[in-house]
């Protein structure tokens, strides 16, 4: 698909379908997670690709954002130690920025594969590192929640008088 | 240019030709910029494109970070009055996010485009919001330098030691 086509409509979807997503899909949308820039190419994450209905249900009860019933999650964490070794206290923001980079492109991906996604940063990080067992310098950013779609929602409109040129107040030409 | 092309091949770009930046270039990168997903859709956000080289060189010297000579600037800044209103002090977050997916969808098209970007967050923001003119509660969070390429390095080695299956120290079958 042409990029520009992924990244004008590209919806947030939070009705799947029963149909299960493939694991080499998955690691498609993996793949373009990693390829996201990182501050000082650090790559100060970790991810956690989750199918098992199971560990997904355990999931949605910390998640009060997950308004789905997803076939699969991506969780993108951030590894504090790779980031605070690199950038001090600045390296929580710098990976936290990273991960918001990579879920977009998991999620731009995800569209070019005909699969649906959502972005949920509404859940307790603590029960998360805890379901997946991970340790204290991993922390949970940002959860992708992915399957095939069962709606097809509108783009909503979007503002566009939010771009100045130069300065603040200063539109375009004939605007 | 194919979706998966871009996401792979995308590269921080650090030198650019003199080639100025067409307009209309620029707003490809801002209309892909502002259909990047946002917390709530409340698009928390105000975009600057700078040309004017004056500008320009007086946003390098409160830049660190900015290691060339870039045509075009692209400046993300939050608006902290739309994210506070709509979810508190977690809104601080959540738009810095919200940011970060704009920047990734602005370099994504810019590569589409055959243009080089890199995204900067040293730089001073109280500075670039004075150089601007916006108001207090306008928060640069990302610069976006933009130019035709001087340089075609190359892609930096993904670790992909850093994806594990369901839970922390499970890699996919076979690895």
Redesign the interface.
């Known amino acids: ?4 086509k ?3 409509e ?1 919806r ?1 979807i939070r009705a799947f379908s029963e149909k299960p997503v493939e694991k080499n899909l998955l ?2 949308l ?3 997670g ?4 990182t ?1 000082g ?1 650090i ?1 100060p ?8 209905p199971d ?1 997904i249900n355990k999931i949605r009860t910390i998640s009060p954002g997950m308004l789905s019933d997803p076939k699969a999650l991506i969780c993108v964490c951030s ?1 504090q130690k790779k980031a605070f070794e690199r950038a001090g206290k600045g390296g929580k ?2 990976s ?6 990579a ?3 998991i ?3 995800a569209y ?1 594969l005909g699969l649906g996604s959502c ?1 949920i ?1 509404s859940f307790n990080p603590n029960a998360l590192r805890e379901i ?4 204290d310098h ?1 922390q949970p ?2 959860i992708v929640t992915i399957g095939y779609p069962a709606e097809n929602p509108d783009t ?1 409109a ?3 008088d ?8 200063k539109k ?1 030409e004939g605007k």
């Open positions: 698909m042409e990029l520009k992924a990244i004008l590209r947030s690691k498609e993996l793949t373009a990693i390829y996201a820039p501050a190419n790559q994450w970790l991810f956690f690709s989750i199918t098992d560990g590894d923001t710098l936290l920025m990273d991960c918001a980079m879920a977009q492109n999620m731009l991906r070019d972005v940063r997946v067992g991970a340790p991993i950013e940002l909503p979007r503002n566009t939010v771009i100045y040129r130069e300065e603040y107040g375009e």
